[in-house]
């Protein structure tokens, strides 16, 4: 019964790097989703994956923003040329199919330096 | 567009001292309005979904109820390990995400 996981727990990086961040839902949980919650603001949708359907992407930020899940199961997703307005934390979270609360891990903070 | 604005945005109470923090929605379909507890620090811990006007649930000091145009979270004696951030959600059936309000955040002083 093990919940969602996430890592890095922290990532620092400099501008225009690529960073890699990874999530691993809780098993049998069909949906998976991220989020990002920058200082003081709510959380902000980014990303939405269930099943073997195509994503939903309509909260990625830009270009720069990519995620993919492999098996159903673990996602990655990507920033490429980090930018400072990148840093905050990173939140993902996973669903089953019978119920549609999410449960979220302990997210990764990332810093863009 | 979905919006969730949460009041007040921070709440300092004494040990014992009940209050209610409130959740103003707008959604075109609502699936389900969630409540959220977060620790500094930690990811959103799930408290409470609630699917229909009039619907509440309770969990410990905890009272989540749900009208057509807000809900409210209502504690009932709290002590300072309930000092969190509570986050109100709705999703609505035409959407794949949650629309998050910014929190309340609440301290409790013993």
């Known amino acids: 019964g093990a919940g969602v996981s996430q890592s890095p727990s922290n990532k620092v990086t400099e501008k225009g790097k690529d960073v890699e961040l990874r999530c691993d839902p809780i098993s049998g949980h069909t949906a998976l989703y991220w989020y990002r919650q920058s200082l003081g603001q709510g959380l902000e949708f980014l990303i939405y994956f269930q099943g073997n359907s195509a994503p939903d992407k309509s909260g990625l930020p830009s270009d720069r923003f990519s995620a993919e899940r492999t098996g159903g199961s673990v996602s990655t997703l990507t920033i490429q040329r980090t930018q400072q307005e990148d840093s905050a934390v990173y939140l993902c979270a996973s669903s089953s199919p019978r119920y549609n609360e999410q449960f979220f891990g302990p997210g990764t903070r990332l810093t863009v330096l | 567009e979905d919006q969730v604005t949460q009041s007040p945005e921070a709440l300092r109470l004494q040990e014992g001292e009940s209050s209610s923090l409130n959740c103003s929605y707008t959604?075109?379909?609502?699936?389900?309005l969630f409540w959220y507890r977060q620790d500094p620090g930690k990811g959103p811990e799930f408290l409470f979904t609630?699917?229909?006007a009039g619907e509440e649930k309770e969990k410990e000091r905890l009272k989540a109820t749900l009208t057509k145009k807000e809900s409210f979270l209502h504690i009932t004696a709290p002590k300072p390990e309930d000092s969190a951030t509570y986050l109100c959600a709705v999703q609505a059936w035409a959407n794949n995400d949650m629309r998050f309000g910014a929190g309340t955040r609440l301290t409790v002083k013993p």
């Open positions: 609630l699917y229909s």
């Open positions: 959604v075109s379909g609502l699936r389900g």
